[in-house]
C-alpha cells in the first residue's frame, strides 16, 4: 500500500522560507517521478514542480521559478520542496504525489499523478 505523508508546512510572515517534506512508504521510490501541487482555498489543483527518479531532471512551474527547490534523497524515500522568499499568494494546501510514467509526469497535470499525500497547509502572513 503506497503512502506519502507530506509534513514542514506552517504559518511564516511573507518573505519567509519553509521546507515540506514528503516521506512515502510502499513503493520503490527511486522508480518514481515525484511531484509537489498547491491548492488554495476556491481554486484548482495546480503543480508547483516535479523531480525525476534520480533527480537529475526538474521542473518548475513559472510562478515559482528561482523561489522554490524540489529535491529528494532516495535513500531516505523522501521528497522535499524548499521554499524561500514566500509570497501571499504562496498560501495553500501543499501536496506531494507519485508518478510511475516519467512523460506522464513531466506534464505535471493532476491525472498524471496515481499517488497522492494527504498535504501539509502553507500560511503566509502579510
Known amino acids: 500500500q503506497v503512502q506519502l505523508v507530506e509534513s514542514g508546512g506552517g504559518l511564516v510572515q511573507a518573505g519567509g522560507s519553509l521546507r515540506l517534506s514528503c516521506t512515502a512508504s510502499?513503493?520503490?521510490?527511486?522508480?518514481?517521478?515525484m511531484g509537489w501541487f498547491r491548492q488554495a482555498p476556491g481554486k484548482e489543483r495546480e503543480g508547483v514542480s516535479w523531480?525525476?527518479?534520480?533527480?537529475?531532471?526538474?521542473y518548475y512551474a513559472e510562478s515559482v521559478k528561482g523561489r522554490f527547490t524540489i529535491s529528494r534523497d532516495n535513500a531516505k524515500n523522501t521528497l522535499y520542496l524548499q521554499i524561500n522568499s514566500l509570497k501571499p499568494e504562496d498560501a495553500a494546501m501543499y501536496y506531494c504525489?507519485?508518478?510511475?510514467?516519467?512523460?506522464?509526469?513531466?506534464?505535471?497535470?493532476?491525472?498524471?499523478?496515481?499517488?497522492w499525500g494527504q498535504g501539509t497547509e502553507v500560511t503566509v502572513s502579510s
Open positions: 504525489a507519485a508518478s510511475r510514467d516519467g512523460k506522464r509526469a513531466s506534464r505535471l497535470g493532476v491525472p498524471d499523478f496515481g499517488y
Open positions: 510502499g513503493l520503490t521510490f527511486a522508480s518514481y517521478y
Open positions: 523531480i525525476s527518479g534520480s533527480g537529475s531532471g526538474t
